[in-house]
């Protein structure tokens, strides 16, 4: 299965890019306090457009996962904000928010989080038999043949292979049309043919079902799915490649490796000064990720 062939730079995150799902300002988290403080993220500032498949990626500890549970209403950050779907999260009440996630929001997991004893169908309908809303049948039947699940439907998780299990998962993320899909490490338990099945229905998703997608990654292959790959280092956003191939990330990653540190902003101008640089010394020195497709981090 080959990853899907890269668009122009100018396709995303132009000025006239579709609205963001997902933005985070300014976003700090503090884990612990005193001398012991960890600052996991130290100041984020992203957007997440619909109708993009987003990965992120960066060093273990570089704050991935934390902004994914930020951004997901998972972790409620130290400061600054969150919006999803248009709503200011840190202002909802506890009752609200789960509320938003569980209409709004898919998770997808590296552990599949399967019910063992429901079969694949309950298991995708499950969130909406909890929160007691109807299935919509038409959408329902779309996302299972999108995910290649139609005669599986009534099998138990003991009796699917780890990817397929994984698709149950992706599916059960996608049943209740939510505003954003966020994944965290969803082929880390996979073999390579089972990761390119769940990435191609990811991006199938995005593509041909109108959804959105954030997902961490660490494999490059993974990320080359991807619309668009963001950095993270030492909590900042540290720049950004959009519709790379695999080997646009690999330089990208090796580049910043050896800068010997974490790679600095893509570029000194503001993003609506056009999405291609490709010039790592335009940071002031410290390497970005750069590639054919490299954009500046983010306007700040
Ligand atoms: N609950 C916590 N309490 C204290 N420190 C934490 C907690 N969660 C994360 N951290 C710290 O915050 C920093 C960012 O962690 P995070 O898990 O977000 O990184 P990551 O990029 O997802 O890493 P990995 O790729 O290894 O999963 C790390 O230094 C981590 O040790």
């Not at 001398?35 to 109708?51: K, N, W």
């Not at 049309?177 to 490490?185: G, L, T």
């Not at 990320?223 to 668009?228: E, G, M, N, Q, T």
Request: proline share 8%; hydrophobic share 40%; with cysteine.
């Amino acid at each position: 299965m080959t990853s899907p062939a890269p668009r122009t730079a100018a396709s995303t995150d132009t000025p006239d890019a579709p609205e963001a799902r997902a933005s985070a300002r300014d976003l700090v988290k503090v884990y612990g306090s005193g001398t012991t403080a960890v600052r996991a993220l130290d100041g984020v500032d992203v957007d997440f457009a619909r109708g993009r498949l987003t990965a992120i990626m960066g060093p273990s500890g570089s704050g991935k996962s934390t902004l994914m549970h930020c951004l997901a209403g998972l972790d409620s950050p130290t400061s600054g904000s969150v919006v999803i779907d248009g709503q200011e999260i840190s202002r909802l009440s506890q009752r609200r928010l789960t509320a938003l996630r569980r209409t709004r929001v898919g998770f997808v997991f590296q552990a599949y989080n399967l019910v063992p004893t429901l079969t694949a169908a309950e298991n995708i309908t499950l969130p909406l038999d909890i929160a007691r809303s109807p299935v919509d049948r038409a959408w329902f039947d779309e996302v299972v043949d999108s995910v290649g699940l139609r005669d599986r439907l009534h099998h138990r998780p003991s009796e699917l292979s780890g990817g397929q299990q994984q698709r149950v998962a992706c599916a059960r993320a996608l049943v209740s049309r939510p505003s954003i899909v966020f994944a965290d490490e969803p082929t880390g338990n996979l073999d390579s043919r089972s990761a390119g099945e769940v990435l191609a229905f990811l991006r199938r998703s995005v593509d041909e079902l109108d959804q959105t997608v954030v997902m961490v990654t660490h494999d490059p292959r993974a990320a080359s799915y991807a619309h668009r790959v963001v950095f993270l280092a030492d909590g900042r956003l540290a720049g950004e490649l959009l519709d790379p191939t695999q080997q646009d990330i690999l330089d990208a990653l090796a580049l910043a490796a050896d800068d010997g540190g974490p790679p600095g902003p893509a570029s000194a101008e503001p993003a609506s000064a056009g999405p291609v640089s490709t010039r790592p010394e335009a940071s002031g020195g410290s390497a970005a990720p750069v590639g054919r497709h490299a954009a500046p981090a983010d306007p700040a």
